[in-house]
């Protein structure tokens, strides 16, 4: 199974040439949006959702991650990274730094193989696609074997202490795992202060608070309203504790 | 096979991750987005559009349908309801109502089965998801016999005299069904007067009308126009005979 | 495998009732949507983007495609097309001229095939998802060889200098090949002057260019900015060398 994680959004034909690309390479394997709605060309937010969002990876399948700040950016720069029985194809941009940190040992690859056709703009179809379905169906990584340097930055923090998506509801998920906070411990963002609950409908209708979410992250939500509309926030916004 | 039928948006990673939890307990099991959209936290509205859409579930498969009012709600209230060829897993707060009212004999039962690891705020993926799959794969239901009354409201009315849905275009769909209205008979919603036509290209550019849409439904549209925008039109406007 | 090419949009049942509709046809062929945002009710931009597509569909699928202008359109129109080794489902109305003009020798049937139930609004449903799903599963053709002309016009330019359509990131695709023009041409659009770049990185941040998009067609852009709002573009704005 290969599953999609971009920033590509609904629109378009971007994923559907995906599909086609993984099918043409390994006909029949199943493909699942994971997300497709990513902050646009933002690495280093996006690796901290995949991060929360990887033990429900299924183990075996292949993870083909493209948010790519620099369209028409160096192709020397694709990696393949493996972590426990999971593969991980895309930029060496630091989407997979999160991943990498929590996870040793990891292997990583910078890809060597190329297409015969390679557009500028859309190393996702012609590089990453065929790549990911190639490890679908059980071929030897087509790249040579790097340190795991490679996949990015190696100074993220482990939690990250801003708004790193924002969903069509207006809930604001932090790139802060849960699990490291006091279930007491107040937050404020633009200004606000945020109070914690366990869920929606602890809280009254119209009134803000932070919660653990699904995937273990930090969420401020407000309960039957819109939190990113009511305390103005953005992808990148900071968290105070 | 197993159909979405949820309020989730497209946006997010909500849908991905109902169908990484498909996969987990069902592999291979088709899944299909029936629509993702439904108005926000409405189970009476959704409830006419599933009675609407149900002759097109193919026989054998599962509708997993999640339109949560109350995130956070009991998980006693998930069920298990089965009528005719067809299984029904989700909250019993009436989304499936008035397919129950329509088609009687109406199997229902409580779920009992639960997770290793439940959350707060995603039961969709950890409670509803799985239990479809054991469905899919041809489990015994993972529940105790229960009373129809168990899916919600049983006082619904089997015509809902209402916008239940703008789609995309604005095009406004009612909770009736077109079978019970007169070929001849106007309408008034939101103050306008709107009369029927068989198709959009009956009444000219720019002009509203009703007729009966592809899957049964009284609904409002404008030819070449918007008729959310130039009525004004809302989910819950009342429609007048 | 089948392709759905539509102007539906992402919201509502409608993406997801064509699905069941080819199941119920055709268990267990696999479905791709190719692109669902296609400019509403414009055939004539959706056929050059499908002619810039063409070559990623893979041999032996079958395109349905739906785009009509005039819903509840005679369904005397629907036509079956037959270009080398791939299939093509839809209207009548010049959705696949493009693909026709640049492909020759092509076969052309009319459908004569009618489901038991037609219904006015929605023949992607009714008619063009089972007919798709007849061909993927190696049916004959069940409708009448006619002339190429049966597709739709065939007065349409090669190359259609205006804007086809805007991505969700601004992005302006026009109806002209890129392969036609010299690497330094200039054009205008909206009274503003775009240059050549080879990719986004070639620019500064807030500059617009075209390149050869992903597809090989003229594509408007500014690097790390929205060409589209920048320059108010719109489908069907013209495109001066």
Same mark, same amino acid.
């Given at each position: 199974?290969?599953?999609?994680?971009?920033?590509?959004?609904?629109?378009?034909?971007?994923?559907?040439?995906?599909?086609?690309?993984? /099918?043409?390479?390994?006909?029949?394997?199943?493909?699942?949006?994971?997300?497709?709605?990513?902050?646009? +060309?933002?690495?280093?937010?996006?690796?901290?959702?995949?991060?929360?969002?990887?033990?429900?990876?299924?183990?075996?399948?292949?993870?083909?991650?493209?948010?790519?700040?620099?369209?028409?950016?160096?192709?020397?720069?694709?990696?393949?990274?493996?972590?426990?029985?999971?593969?991980?194809?895309?930029?060496?941009?630091?989407?997979?730094?999160?991943?990498?940190?929590?996870?040793?040992?990891?292997?990583?690859?910078?890809?060597?193989?190329?297409?015969?056709?390679?557009?500028?703009?859309?190393?996702?179809?012609?590089?990453?696609?065929?790549?990911?379905?190639?490890?679908?169906?059980?071929?030897?990584?087509?790249?040579?074997?790097?340190?795991?340097?490679?996949?990015?930055?190696?100074?993220?923090?482990?939690?990250?202490?801003?708004?790193?998506?924002?969903?069509? +509801?207006?809930?604001?998920?932090?790139?802060?795992?849960?699990?490291?906070?006091?279930?007491?411990?107040?937050?404020?963002?633009?200004?606000?202060?945020?109070?914690?609950?366990?869920?929606?409908?602890?809280?009254?209708?119209? /009134?803000?608070?932070?919660?653990?979410?699904?995937?273990?992250?930090? /969420?401020?939500?407000?309960?039957?309203?819109?939190?990113?509309?009511?305390?103005?926030? /953005?992808?990148?916004?900071?968290?105070?504790?």
């Amino acid at each position: 199974m290969i599953l999609l994680f971009t920033d590509f959004g609904q629109s378009g034909p971007y994923l559907g040439q995906m599909r086609l690309s993984i /099918e043409r390479h390994a006909p029949g394997v199943p493909v699942v949006d994971l997300i497709s709605d990513l902050p646009a +060309f933002n690495a280093r937010a996006s690796a901290y959702l995949l991060a929360a969002l990887n033990s429900e990876i299924p183990p075996g399948s292949v993870l083909l991650g493209v948010v790519d700040p620099g369209v028409g950016t160096d192709s020397r720069q694709a990696v393949v990274m493996r972590v426990a029985d999971r593969w991980y194809v895309g930029p060496g941009n630091g989407l997979f730094s999160i991943v990498a940190q929590q996870h040793t040992p990891t292997q990583v690859w910078q890809i060597t193989w190329r297409p015969s056709r390679l557009s500028d703009s859309f190393h996702g179809r012609d590089l990453f696609a065929p790549v990911a379905a190639m490890l679908a169906r059980g071929d030897e990584v087509p790249g040579d074997p790097v340190d795991t340097a490679s996949v990015g930055p190696q100074d993220w923090p482990d939690d990250l202490a801003e708004v790193i998506y924002l969903d069509g +509801f207006g809930n604001a998920m932090t790139g802060m795992r849960a699990s490291g906070l006091s279930e007491r411990q107040e937050l404020e963002v633009r200004g606000h202060r945020i109070r914690p609950a366990r869920t929606f409908s602890e809280v009254a209708p119209g /009134e803000g608070f932070w919660y653990a979410n699904g995937c273990g992250l930090v /969420e401020i939500a407000v309960n039957q309203g819109n939190a990113g509309e009511q305390f103005g926030l /953005e992808t990148g916004d900071s968290v105070v504790l």
